[in-house]
């Protein structure tokens, strides 16, 4: 879950998930990797962000993979390109997907700040291939 609880009422513990600030709530979104990846990394769990490739192990999209769109840091939820409900009056509205329900099969871009997050968790120097590092644009006063 992320957060330390000192508590088995889950009512305290929905609680504090609810509660929690963005530092707590950042690694509430991590996701797990695919085997291949959590082999080429070394890491078995990332924090999502919009443009990676997920794939749904449960629910009603069970087997479907597609792009986040966006991630809803307070509901813990993914908007995933290709899942979405059809309303009564025939539109379709995005269906948020929770993040332990997904995995992540490719990354959509790793710059320089993901890479940190990487080697940091690996624990070791990570050969990441330059086409994926992209360097974040530097703010000019």
Same mark, same amino acid.
């Given at each position: 879950?992320?957060?330390?609880?000192?508590?088995?009422?889950? +009512?305290?513990?929905?609680?504090?998930?609810?509660?929690?600030?963005? %530092?707590?709530?950042?690694?509430?979104?991590?996701?797990?990797?695919?085997?291949?990846?959590?082999?080429?990394?070394?890491?078995?769990?990332?924090?999502?962000? +919009?443009?990676?490739?997920?794939?749904?192990?449960?629910?009603? %999209?069970?087997?479907?993979?597609?792009?986040?769109?966006?991630?809803?840091?307070?509901?813990?939820?993914? +908007?995933?390109?290709?899942?979405?409900?059809?309303?009564?009056?025939?539109?379709?509205?995005?269906?948020?997907?929770?993040?332990?329900?997904?995995?992540?099969?490719? %990354?959509?871009?790793?710059?320089?700040?993901?890479?940190?997050?990487?080697?940091?968790?690996?624990?070791?120097?990570? /050969?990441? /291939?330059? /086409?994926?590092?992209?360097?974040?644009?530097? /703010?000019?006063?």
């Amino acid at each position: 879950m992320g957060l330390k609880n000192k508590t088995k009422r889950p +009512s305290k513990q929905r609680k504090r998930i609810f509660q929690a600030n963005n %530092f707590k709530r950042h690694k509430l979104i991590s996701v797990r990797l695919s085997k291949d990846l959590q082999k080429k990394y070394n890491v078995s769990r990332m924090p999502v962000r +919009s443009g990676d490739t997920v794939y749904v192990i449960a629910g009603d %999209f069970i087997g479907t993979e597609g792009k986040v769109l966006s991630v809803d840091y307070k509901k813990q939820r993914l +908007s995933i390109d290709g899942i979405a409900r059809e309303k009564a009056d025939k539109s379709k509205i995005m269906y948020p997907i929770h993040t332990s329900k997904a995995i992540i099969r490719r %990354f959509g871009k790793v710059d320089q700040s993901r890479k940190v997050i990487l080697e940091r968790r690996a624990k070791t120097e990570l /050969e990441i /291939e330059e /086409e994926d590092i992209t360097e974040l644009p530097i /703010e000019e006063e």
